[in-house]
């Protein structure tokens, strides 16, 4: 229990700064890819509060719904194809977050599926794990340290998962 309460506070503990800058990294990137996609492809906008709760949100069970999906590895030691793979190993998590965000705004409901919203969630979640690779070691050693403790936390939620095959 207490393992669940860690992962719930660690993306918004002040007291752990490199994990929260981290966390704010990814959600950043993701929700700039995400409105970036929805603009080239000319789909339903979402606004950037509803996208960072959607992706703020999956961070806590991101370890969780990525175990069953296989080990995730660190940027740093992989292609920028395997860094897509790792990243669409993220893409239950953010579903899951949308459909907590959506009760939230609507009450409980039967999801409806979109095959768009899907596509597009997917895709940003995708894409978002090489771009973090290419841009991270760019902007200094600070951020890239920053993302690696988030990116570290997740493998660490998803080791201790019981969701593992």
């Known amino acids: 229990m207490t393992a669940v309460l860690e992962n719930l506070i660690l993306p918004v503990d002040l007291r752990k700064m490199d ?51 296989g080990k995730v590895n660190p940027t740093k030691n992989v292609t920028y194809q395997q860094a897509l793979i790792d990243g669409a190993k993220g893409v239950p998590a953010v579903w899951f977050a949308q459909y907590v965000v959506n009760t939230s705004l609507r009450g409980l409901h039967v999801p ?21 690779k290419f ?19 997740v493998q660490r939620q998803s080791d201790r998962s019981k969701l593992k095959m």
Do not use: C, N, W
């Open 19 to 69: 994990a929260v800058a981290g966390f704010a990294e990814k959600v950043f990137v993701e929700v700039a890819v995400s409105k970036v996609l929805r603009k080239i492809l000319r789909m339903g906008d979402k606004g950037i509060l509803h996208l960072t709760a959607v992706h703020y949100i999956s961070q806590p069970v991101m370890g969780g719904f990525i175990a069953p999906l």
């Open 112 to 132: 409806g599926i979109s095959m768009k919203e899907a596509f597009i969630t997917a895709a940003a979640k995708a894409l978002s794990r090489p771009l973090m």
């Open 135 to 153: 841009i991270t070691p760019k902007l200094g050693a600070t951020i890239d340290r920053q993302y690696q403790v988030s990116d570290f936390i």
